[in-house]
């Protein structure tokens, strides 16, 4: 169990609904991130958060955005949804920002997403 | 981040050391080698990462070169739970690029 918490764990959706992953990350983490997962692009980023703040952004579609609350927990929304949006969703969290010292980043469990 | 190249799959005997080799020949002083693994739509679990000096937990050892253009993780005694796909990943210390990027990584078969 690496602490990070991703609910809902699995979910099945229609093309061009919205849907909302919830994060939370290990305890004393202020660094969130969301990744992808689909079948032929293996794992890509999408977007860091740092306290409240967006930190880096990499292969993440306008239809997605994302935040990070007060309280430190981070939610992904995916809108407009297509049928290639279907993939494994990981949030993971860090306690700083940057890789200095070797900063790990853990990963939660995913939450799988289904568009039919 | 430097580019990192993995062989695409490996196997093992179970109870034997698996050695998983990664070149980052790219790779430059700032730069910390990381290895994670991914079993099978799991999250990706961190096993070690080193900067320089060898280095060893409960899971594996990482031995990097003193070029550091190399470097092997090695599982002491693999058993058939640590079928997975392992990846390197070079990252800076420094800088704003903070993220991990994945390569295709090595799929680790463990053989009874």
């Known amino acids: 169990d690496s602490g990070v918490t991703q609910t809902p764990k699995h979910l099945i959706t229609a093309t061009g609904q919205r849907v909302t992953l919830r994060c939370s990350p290990r305890?004393?983490?202020?660094?969130v991130y969301w990744y992808q997962q689909s079948l032929d692009q293996g794992l890509q980023f999408l977007i860091q958060?740092?306290?409240?703040?967006?930190?880096a952004k990499g292969n993440i579609l306008e239809r997605f955005s994302a935040q990070q609350f007060p309280d430190l927990h981070s939610e992904l929304n995916l809108s407009s949804l297509e049928l290639g949006d279907s993939a494994l969703y990981f949030c993971?969290?860090?306690?700083?920002?940057?890789?200095?010292?070797?900063?790990?980043?853990?990963f939660g469990e995913g939450s799988w997403l289904t568009v039919v | 981040d430097a580019k990192t190249t993995q062989p695409t799959s490996m196997d093992c005997a179970e109870g034997r050391a698996a050695n998983l080799p990664c070149n980052h020949s790219?790779?430059?002083?700032?730069?910390?080698v990381y290895w994670y693994r991914q079993i099978h739509s799991q999250g990706p679990q961190y096993i070690i990462h080193?900067?320089?000096n060898n280095e060893t937990n409960e899971m594996a050892s990482l031995i990097i070169t003193e070029d550091r253009k190399s470097s092997t993780l090695i599982l002491p005694h693999a058993t058939l739970r640590d079928t997975a796909v392992y990846y390197c990943?070079?990252?800076?210390?420094?800088?704003?690029?903070?993220?991990?990027?994945f390569g295709k990584g090595t799929l680790l078969t463990v053989n009874p």
């Open positions: 990943i070079v990252r800076l210390s420094g800088g704003s690029n903070y993220k991990l990027t």
């Open positions: 993971a969290s860090s306690v700083n920002p940057g890789p200095s010292s070797g900063n790990t980043i853990y």
């Open positions: 305890s004393g983490d202020l660094s």
């Open positions: 790219t790779i430059s002083g700032n730069e910390y």
């Open positions: 958060y740092y306290n409240g703040e967006e930190r």
């Open positions: 080193g900067l320089k």
